[in-house]
């Protein structure tokens, strides 16, 4: 059941409480959060935020460090373990600082990056012109089609084109499988690195439910805290070793100082629950909730962007099935408790911070035990609410609905059977 925290620091204490509760009392449908095991949290506010480490285990600047070593190569076995690689880097503090990393470790600044454009599912990473991608490098787009799906001609069509020095596959809002040997093709082609940003879809990679890039990519990226379920921050995988090197110096002393010891820690436990049978249960309820959740609004005549979901995630556009915009739909659906983010779709006339869609995502609500049943009403309640937004008497009937099934469905703060 839920604890409250209690800190000297009342101020403090009482917002963490709050923002408990309100994890509790809403339906949780950030394609990119998740909720952590107990033992996660308690490994990321162990004592191991005090310690300094610049370098690597064996290799530091500071002393002391001979129980975080054995932590840092703890998480680094069994990251290789999951993903089937021969070496990681488990420092990175995020995912984006991670992609900065791996464009620091592989490219020089200007040279030709090629990535999905961010309306199509991409990251700012990726290329965005607002971001280090966009900014120190020349980055290049390429487009899902009109049906919303990866066109791999047109990739390489366009890869001939720009010629880069780097492709970048696995997205941010990409409801289908990406076909990581197609990357590898096109790549070899043209002579480009192949980079792959797997922070959304580790989960099921992991599971086997979907293709690995593992020996494909020379790069391998992912974030710790989507559907791996682990706490925040990224890791970066290669079967090379002299790309392998370049990682370590770009990570430090390249963009980071000090390892964060307490979320190495909280990222190898982790990865030690991923390991667990159950972890792979998990991913096999979280892609089939998903994909009922997407029939449910295909079924209703929304327009579902790239069709039924292959993942966790998937787009709606709303504009042209509710004619509200991502930002008024976010908006509508916190009133009852139900939290999405916003998202541009494929050619939006939306700015980002306005967009045409909603991306809503499985990981969360299968993590505190929802099922097929659960995410068809959810889906009927979604499609109500932003059908009749003005109905008051909807949204209060809509909001009791929900708390009746986050108090059913609380969150879980173990996953392993013991
Ligand atoms: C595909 C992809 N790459 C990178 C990132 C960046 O991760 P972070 O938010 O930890 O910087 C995200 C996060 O949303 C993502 O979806």
Known sequence: MYKKISLEDKVIADLINLED?????HIELIASENYVSEDVMKAAGSCLTNKYGEGYPGKRYYGGCEFVDQIEVIAQERAKKLFNVNYVNVQPYSGSVANAAVYLALLQPGDRVLGLSLDSGGHLTHGYRISFSGIFYESHSYFVNDDGLLDYDEILRIAKEIKPKMIICGYSAYSQIVEFDKFRKICDEVGAYLFADISHISGPIIAGLHP?????????????HKTLRGTRGAIIMTNDEEIYKKINRSVFPGYQGGPLFHQIAAKAVSFGEALQPEFLEYQQQLITNSRVFCQTFINKGVKVISGLTKNHLFMIDVKSSYGLNGKQATEILSKVNITVNKNSIPNDTESPMVSSGIRLGSAAMTSR?????????IANLIDKVLREPENEALLTMVKKEIAKLTNSFPIKRSYMKH
């Open 369 to 377: 035990g929802f099922q097929e049943d659960e995410f068809i009403i």
């Open 212 to 224: 690995s890039p593992a020996g494909l990519a020379d790069v391998i990226m992912t974030t710790t």
């Open 21 to 25: 509760q309100r994890q509790q009392d």
